[in-house]
């Protein structure tokens, strides 16, 4: 018993350390007291902190965070969509922000706080904006829970794609998952350790915590599965193939710019994302596709084996587009995966 309560708290201790270091560094370099508030339940999306900040005029200013461990060009989008959907004044606490990576969050007018001292605020009359401090020596994150591990996040996909699946069998869920039949029991193993599923006996096994669960998936996918699916980027030799091509019958998929353009019809792709087999040389020739490190088409390996319930079934499901969209961290993108996320991943998360 003392175990697993050890591990269902763990992620929320290194995140209380993640948030104390910062808070330290943040009043040692501006000079500016932090105080940390209980969070008080608002809503279905809750931060991982209340921080207020005592300005030097007027009313101190209260800010509601989202802490990560850290944050990376491909995991930038999924951070800074996390913390909007609190609608409330955010801000990002995380390890360490680079310079460049700050004038990133700058540009997105995203507020940020991290254990070196590095800050941007912009909330008048409250201005912080400091950068190029080193990262300081302090113990990093611990080993990462095998759920959120390659093998693990493809069970966690499907789980999450299918709200009955987790009732069912482990055979059919590894199935759906595309795994093997032992991944599923320390999957579920880790689940209930870090206190995303609960087994309610009679009445079947459970997931909780859906949308905390949920953007963990959406950080470790792009950073542990997203780059061990890639196959290559090609050039295309004709305009437009991608609206030509019957997809059901190649057996590969729509992800990403391409299918948040047929969702939405709120962007015009300029990458096109497409899952596929492994093993992709005759779709390539059916296609005309010519290989170019620096080509527009990208190609990534379907991991998943289930139907998705929707009518769209040319296009990955919608919480892999939405993976996708945020993983460029481009700001059209973020606004598209911002549809696609109220329009469908919202109604499923509800199912859970």
Same mark, same amino acid.
């Given at each position: 018993?003392?175990?697993?309560?050890?591990?269902?708290?763990?992620?929320?201790?290194?995140?209380?350390?993640?948030?104390?270091?910062?808070?330290?560094?943040?009043?040692?370099?501006?000079?500016?007291?932090?105080?940390?508030?209980?969070?008080?339940?608002?809503?279905?999306? /809750? =931060? #991982?902190?209340?921080?207020?900040?005592? !300005?030097?005029?007027?009313?101190?200013?209260?800010?509601?965070?989202?802490?990560?461990?850290?944050?990376?060009?491909?995991?930038?989008?999924?951070?800074?969509? /996390?913390?909007?959907?609190?609608?409330?004044?955010?801000?990002?606490?995380?390890?360490?922000?680079?310079p460049p990576m700050a004038e990133r969050l700058?540009?997105?007018?995203?507020?940020?706080?991290?254990?070196?001292?590095?800050?941007?605020?912009?909330?008048?009359?409250?201005?912080?904006?400091?950068?190029? %401090?080193?990262?300081?020596?302090?113990?990093?994150?611990? $080993?990462?829970?095998?759920?959120?591990?390659?093998?693990?996040?493809?069970?966690?996909?499907?789980?999450?794609?299918? =709200? +009955?699946?987790? &009732? !069912?069998?482990?055979?059919?869920?590894?199935?759906?998952?595309?795994?093997?039949?032992?991944?599923?029991?320390?999957?579920?193993?880790?689940?209930?350790?870090?206190? @995303?599923?609960? #087994?309610?006996?009679?009445?079947?096994?459970?997931?909780?915590?859906? #949308? &905390?669960?949920?953007?963990?998936?959406?950080?470790?996918?792009? %950073? +542990?599965?997203?780059?061990?699916?890639?196959?290559?980027?090609?050039?295309?030799?004709?305009?437009?193939?991608?609206?030509?091509?019957?997809?059901?019958?190649?057996?590969?998929?729509?992800?990403?710019?391409p299918a948040a353009a047929?969702?939405?019809?709120?962007?015009?792709?300029?990458?096109?994302?497409?899952?596929?087999?492994?093993?992709?040389? &005759?779709?390539?020739?059916?296609?005309?596709?010519?290989?170019?490190?620096?080509?527009?088409? +990208?190609?990534?390996?379907?991991?998943? $084996?289930?139907?998705?319930?929707?009518?769209?079934?040319?296009?990955? =499901?919608?919480?892999?587009?939405? !993976?996708?969209?945020?993983?460029?961290? #481009?700001?059209?993108?973020?606004?598209? !995966? $911002?549809?696609?996320?109220?329009?469908?991943?919202?109604? @499923?998360?509800?199912?859970?």
């Amino acid at each position: 018993m003392m175990k697993k309560q050890k591990n269902t708290t763990d992620r929320a201790t290194k995140e209380r350390e993640i948030l104390n270091a910062a808070k330290l560094a943040f009043e040692e370099t501006t000079g500016l007291c932090i105080k940390i508030l209980e969070v008080e339940p608002t809503g279905k999306i /809750q =931060p #991982d902190a209340v921080l207020q900040i005592n !300005a030097p005029e007027g009313k101190p200013k209260k800010f509601y965070a989202g802490v990560k461990g850290f944050i990376t060009n491909a995991t930038l989008g999924h951070a800074a969509e /996390q913390i909007r959907r609190f609608k409330k004044p955010g801000i990002l606490v995380t390890r360490h922000v680079t310079p460049p990576m700050a004038e990133r969050l700058k540009g997105l007018n995203l507020a940020f706080i991290d254990t070196a001292g590095n800050a941007y605020i912009n909330d008048p009359p409250l201005f912080v904006y400091i950068t190029g %401090r080193k990262k300081k020596d302090i113990p990093e994150a611990g $080993r990462i829970a095998r759920a959120f591990r390659p093998t693990g996040l493809k069970v966690v996909f499907a789980l999450l794609c299918l =709200p +009955e699946l987790v &009732k !069912a069998p482990y055979r059919d869920i590894a199935k759906a998952a595309n795994v093997a039949l032992g991944t599923v029991g320390w999957v579920m193993y880790d689940l209930k350790q870090l206190n @995303f599923l609960v #087994d309610r006996g009679k009445h079947g096994r459970k997931l909780i915590n859906v #949308d &905390k669960l949920l953007d963990t998936w959406i950080h470790a996918y792009a %950073r +542990e599965l997203r780059p061990k699916l890639y196959i290559g980027r090609y050039d295309a030799t004709r305009e437009k193939w991608w609206e030509k091509t019957d997809w059901q019958k190649t057996g590969t998929f729509l992800g990403g710019e391409p299918a948040a353009a047929r969702l939405t019809a709120y962007l015009k792709p300029e990458t096109i994302t497409v899952y596929g087999p492994e093993e992709i040389n &005759k779709f390539l020739l059916k296609n005309h596709l010519i290989k170019n490190p620096q080509g527009k088409v +990208e190609i990534y390996k379907t991991f998943w $084996r289930f139907d998705y319930p929707w009518n769209y079934k040319e296009l990955a =499901p919608p919480l892999l587009i939405y !993976a996708d969209l945020i993983a460029t961290a #481009d700001d059209r993108n973020i606004e598209t !995966a $911002r549809i696609i996320y109220d329009q469908y991943i919202d109604r @499923f998360i509800e199912k859970h």
